[in-house]
């Protein structure tokens, strides 16, 4: 028996409930095909190699992170990728700022990988990011932690402060620093800062670990392709090979 789109969109929807979304977000099945399921490809983003991957292997859904629809399309042409996507006969369910906030979501993934212990683990920045208690250590070393398991570029902001509360928001979070300040953090590891983000920081004595937008969030592929694989067995769902970061780093 084919599954349908629908059935996979209230699987995840489960797992992160579109009323978790940030108000100006666009979450949800953004391109409907109108086909069964045939197989699942899962990403960071929806790009034009995802696409044509999911195509070559007889996917006909993708489940992204990124919104594939983000703001209002005033013109469509046909190499952009929503047209792509309906061209191919491939659906696209995004997964955002609800699995950001979803418990054992994007940023619960990275929490995890930094080490911040689940008891007393709490949520900030707007419920997306979390804050909470590490073995004591230092900013360097949490900044080099990050460059071996997050496999993107690293840059940081060091800190004489031992770094005890560590604060995480995962993607573009830098504006969330003084809010990490203020709630005591040590440290905020985040994929995204701006230049006075970083003069902030300074000011202020804390740590901050720019780890890469990329970096910090498409593990969360992975953790999609295998709770879908479990609920969906009569499916094959993979990680496209085609997700990788689009930057080229020295």
Known sequence: MSVTVQEVLRQLQAFAPPELACAWDNVGLLVDAGAPVDGVLTALDITPAVVREAAASGCTLIVSHHPVIFDALKRIAADDVPALLLQNGISAICMHTNLDAAEGGVNDLLADTLGIAREGRRAFA?????????????????????????????????SPRPVACLAEVSGAGGSYLQQAIDEGADCLVTGEGAHHIALLAQQKGVGLIVAGHWGTEHAIADVLAARL??????????????????YTYL
């Open 229 to 246: 694989a479990a609920a969906f067995p009569q499916l094959a769902v993979r990680h496209a090979a085609a997700d990788t970061d689009p």
């Open 126 to 158: 707007d419920g997306c990011g979390r804050i909470g208690a590490v073995p004591p250590t230092t900013v360097e070393a949490l900044a080099r932690h990050c460059a071996a398991t997050l496999h993107s570029g690293v840059k940081y902001v060091a």
